[in-house]
């Protein structure tokens, strides 16, 4: 096997993948993605046993439960599916799968940052907005508050300060938590979230001295810390890539 990259074979690997995802995680990604469903259904539940009058949940109330939900399925699922690799029993099935090295990290990177996220949203949204058609107590769809209403950096983008997020933050908030599935066997999750926590309070403690110097940002435009914070989440991006790559070879040998 040529241990580059072929597109023939990268495709035939990265819908094996897909499947395989769908196949053993398929029921927590889609009953994550009905959640908002199934609690519009319990409200009305509840209403008609307790004979009180039926209001649908405002739109701002239900897209905190569809941020909340969506964030456990970004995390949980695709380290589920990918934290596998460590063990060395189910992790074999990796080893032996027919692609490169490159092309199973490109099929990780769409899989975890494209192919779970859409999947969550139009699963979500979409049966949202199908309730909303036969719900008229709902003020708005989350189609239409999220998508076509909101100010949210990651719907309505803006290339002219070349701040390309809110992709970049959302692609390494995702991949953190794959990296962490990657190197630790157990609690995955959990220690990745307190090397996250710990990190946080030493990198916050070195840079509260300047932080609470105003005269450093005295004679810095806004301008040029926005291009400072667009290379600091690309560097942490690309580190997170490198690691998740570095990660993948040793197990991969």
């Not at 609690?39 to 307790?50: H, R």
């Not at 949210?152 to 803006?158: E, G, R, T, V, Y």
Request: hydrophobic share 50%; aromatic share 14%; glycine share 8%.
């Amino acid at each position: 096997m040529k241990e580059t990259f072929d597109i023939g074979r990268f495709g035939k690997y990265l819908l094996t993948d897909i499947k395989s995802l769908f196949n053993r995680r398929g029921i927590s990604l889609i009953s994550l993605s009905l959640a908002g469903v199934a609690a519009n259904f319990v409200v009305l539940l509840f209403n008609l046993v307790l004979g009180d009058q039926y209001m649908g949940w405002d739109s701002s109330v239900r897209s905190l439960l569809f941020y909340f939900c969506g964030a456990l399925a970004v995390i949980l699922v695709p380290v589920r599916h990918y934290g596998i690799i460590t063990d060395k029993r189910k992790g074999a099935e990796f080893l032996l799968m027919p692609a490169s090295l490159l092309e199973k990290f490109i099929s990780l990177i769409i899989v975890s940052v494209i192919v779970v996220p859409l999947t969550y949203c139009i699963l979500y949204i979409g049966t949202d907005w199908l309730w909303s058609i036969c719900d008229r107590t709902f003020d708005k769809s989350l189609f239409r508050y999220i998508v076509l209403e909101s100010n949210m950096p990651l719907i309505n983008f803006d290339f002219t300060d070349m701040h390309f997020f809110t992709l970049d933050d959302f692609a390494s908030g995702i991949l953190v938590f794959v990296l962490g599935g990657l190197f630790f066997r157990k609690s995955k999750i959990g220690k990745t979230f307190l090397v996250l926590l710990a990190s946080g309070i030493v990198i916050g403690t070195a840079f509260i001295g300047l932080i609470d110097n105003e005269t450093i940002y005295a004679n810095i435009s806004e301008d040029s810390l926005r291009l400072v914070d667009n290379i600091n989440d690309t560097v942490i991006l690309l580190l997170l890539l490198a690691g998740i790559w570095f990660r993948m070879k040793k197990i991969q040998l």
